[in-house]
């Protein structure tokens, strides 16, 4: 069975950093692009960030980029995205979430098979 | 930035009714659309991928439509667990979700 778990969600101030995990299982993590997408309260889903199975290639929204960093360690089954420099609009849920392919073909890119249940990040002062 | 427009915001309908949700993109996608159900406090659920095709464990009164521009998600003979708020994405350019569509049972 597939699950994805994320971690590291919290409370932080704005201009700070934070560290989210999400933990793969049920699958050959290596061989499938993942994503983070997040969900504001009350509000739709944004696309964060994507990388690629082998780790060659990472996409990010240009809401979050210079800011935000996807990264995976295949060896640990694991997805972070580190978050620097927050700003209120960033509160929201983020979810990892499974691509069926192992990448983007240039920005050609994928929907989603599976997601985790999200973890919930909260800038404020 | 491909911008996806879901109409109509909401949608309240009975039991047994079928209900057509539509998807438009500012630009084509091709076939490159997915549609998602999305119940409160849970994630996502992946329904229909590459514009017509359900994903495993879909019921059959679930279909997809459409290509370039313009896509549907038609649900057959409503029951009152399809109560849920429903996503498009589209993944031909990078990764954008339309603003949902939010679906009421009577």
């Known amino acids: 069975e597939v699950q994805l778990l994320e971690s590291g969600g919290g409370l932080v101030q704005p201009g700070g950093s934070l560290r989210l995990s999400c933990t793969a299982s049920?699958?050959?993590?290596?061989?499938?692009?993942v994503s983070w997408v997040r969900q504001t309260p009350g509000q739709g889903l944004e696309w964060v960030s994507a990388?690629?199975?082998?780790?060659?290639?990472?996409y990010h929204a240009d809401s979050v980029k210079g800011r935000f960093t996807i990264s995976r360690d295949n060896s640990k089954n694991t997805l972070y995205l580190q978050m620097n420099s927050l700003r209120a609009e960033d509160t929201a849920v983020y979810f990892c979430?499974?691509?069926?392919?192992?990448?983007?073909?240039?920005?050609?890119?994928?929907?989603?098979?599976?997601w985790g249940q999200g973890t919930r990040v909260t800038v404020s002062s | 930035e491909i911008v996806l427009t879901q109409s109509p915001g909401t949608l309240s309908l009975s039991p047994g009714e079928r209900a057509t949700l539509s998807c438009r993109a500012s630009?084509?996608?091709?076939?490159?659309l997915a549609w998602y159900q999305q119940k409160p406090g849970q994630a996502p659920r992946l329904l229909i991928s590459g514009a017509s095709n359900r994903a495993t464990g879909i019921p059959d009164r679930f279909s997809g439509s459409g290509s370039g521009t313009d896509f549907t998600l038609t649900i057959s003979r409503l029951e009152p667990e399809d109560s849920a708020v429903y996503y498009c994405q589209q993944y031909d350019t990078l990764i954008t979700f339309g603003q949902g569509t939010r679906l009421e049972i009577k």
């Open positions: 049920g699958f050959t993590f290596s061989k499938y692009a």
């Open positions: 630009q084509s996608v091709s076939n490159y």
């Open positions: 990388i690629s199975g082998s780790d060659d290639g990472t």
């Open positions: 979430a499974k691509a069926p392919l192992g990448s983007c073909t240039n920005t050609r890119c994928y929907n989603f098979d599976y």
